[in-house]
């Protein structure tokens, strides 16, 4: 079940103190750990259970370089450089970013029939 839902929940970074550097999809790009090796992780100096936060230094997003040779793509992601709210959302079926709610995913996720002519009756 947390594959399936996983690749629909979308964080809106603030502060980078509640959103996992490498697990949670917080960029364009899906989670990190896809695309950069936990060794690699390690000897840029992060732990596995870093946060966006430590991306950050005095308000200005940055990957160490070691990162950004090996992995040219991490500079078309930006580490955010804000200190505002962080959230959750929803990337519904149709590409669009919800408020994230229990609502909003079971109509995502669940499954669809066609309409019976009797629907009415019940």
């Known amino acids: ?19 996992s550097t490498w697990y949670d999809t917080w960029s364009d790009y899906r989670p990190l750990e896809i695309l950069i090796s936990s060794r690699d992780i390690r000897r840029a100096g992060f732990t596995s259970d ?6 950050i230094s005095n308000n200005v997003g940055s990957w160490p370089t070691s990162c950004r040779n090996k992995y040219p793509m991490l500079d078309l992601i930006n580490p955010p450089k804000t200190a505002t709210q962080e959230c959750i959302r929803w990337r519904g079926v149709d590409g669009e970013l919800v408020e994230f709610s229990v609502k909003v995913v079971w109509e995502s996720l669940r499954p669809r029939a066609p309409a019976v002519n009797w629907y009415n009756i019940i």
Not at 1 to 19: A, E, L, P, S
Not at 50 to 55: H, I
């Open 1 to 19: 079940m947390r594959q399936t839902i996983r690749q629909f929940i979308i964080h809106k970074v603030g502060d980078g103190n509640n959103t």
């Open 50 to 55: 870093a946060l966006v936060y430590a991306l």
